[in-house]
Each structure stands twice: as structure tokens, then as C-alpha cells.
Nanobody
Framework: QVQLVESGGGLVQAGGSLRLSCAAS????????MGWYHQAPGKQRELVAA???????HYADSVRGRFTISRDTAENMVYLQMNNLQPEDTAVYYC?????????????????WGQGTQVTVSS
């Protein structure tokens, strides 16, 4: 069973930065794609960023140029560097993984999830 544990969320002012971390219980070399989703109250879970084992990336239009996803295979960690945060980025952020090396936007196609970490951006 794959376990994912997020950390790094918190409260930040607009324009600030946060770095989210996701620790995997197994070698992420065996996980094809790692990703970060967010879910705001009353809204659907949305793919924010994803990275394949080969380094291919995907970003939501709303975060492209502000967020950067990276993976550290040696440490079994995935990171989401979030810069120039805005109030609309406020949400619970979830780390997710799937074994195939294809980025899929549909959250139902990701079998492994963390418990989520809250990010709140004040104006």
C-alpha cells in the first residue's frame, strides 16, 4: 500500500510563497506520475501540477509560471513550490500518485492520495 504524507501548508499573505512537500512510503521510482491537486470549498478537486518519472510536467493554466513541481527520487519526495500566491489559491492541497507514466487530469484515475494540507492566502 502506498502512503503519501503532505506537509508545508499554512497561512500566507498574497504575493507570498510556500513549499509543499509530499513524502512517499515507497520508492517513487516505482510510481510513474506524481501530482498535486487542490480543492476549494464547494468546488471539484482540480489538478494543479504533475510530473512524470521522465520529467514531463503539466500545470493548470491558473498556476503556470507561479508554481513548480519537482520530485526527488533519492528522498522519495515530491515538492510544489508556490510563488506569488493569490487568495484564489486558497484550498486543501493533496498529493497524488499513479503507477502509469501518463498524466491524467481526471482525479478518479489516481489511486493513491495523501490526507491533504490546507493553504490559506489572505488578501
Amino acid at each position: 500500500q502506498v502512503q503519501l504524507v503532505e506537509s508545508g501548508g499554512g497561512l500566507v499573505q498574497a504575493g507570498g510563497s510556500l513549499r509543499l512537500s509530499c513524502a512517499a512510503s515507497i520508492s517513487i521510482s516505482s510510481l510513474g506520475t506524481m501530482g498535486w491537486y487542490h480543492q476549494a470549498p464547494g468546488k471539484q478537486r482540480e489538478l494543479v501540477a504533475a510530473v512524470t518519472s521522465g520529467g514531463g510536467t503539466h500545470y493548470a493554466d491558473s498556476v503556470r509560471g507561479r508554481f513548480t513541481i519537482s520530485r526527488d527520487t533519492a528522498e522519495n519526495m515530491v515538492y510544489l513550490q508556490m510563488n506569488n500566491l493569490q487568495p484564489e489559491d486558497t484550498a486543501v492541497y493533496y498529493c497524488a500518485a499513479r503507477r502509469t507514466d501518463i498524466i491524467m487530469v481526471d482525479s478518479t484515475l489516481w489511486p493513491y492520495w495523501g490526507q491533504g494540507t490546507q493553504v490559506t492566502v489572505s488578501s
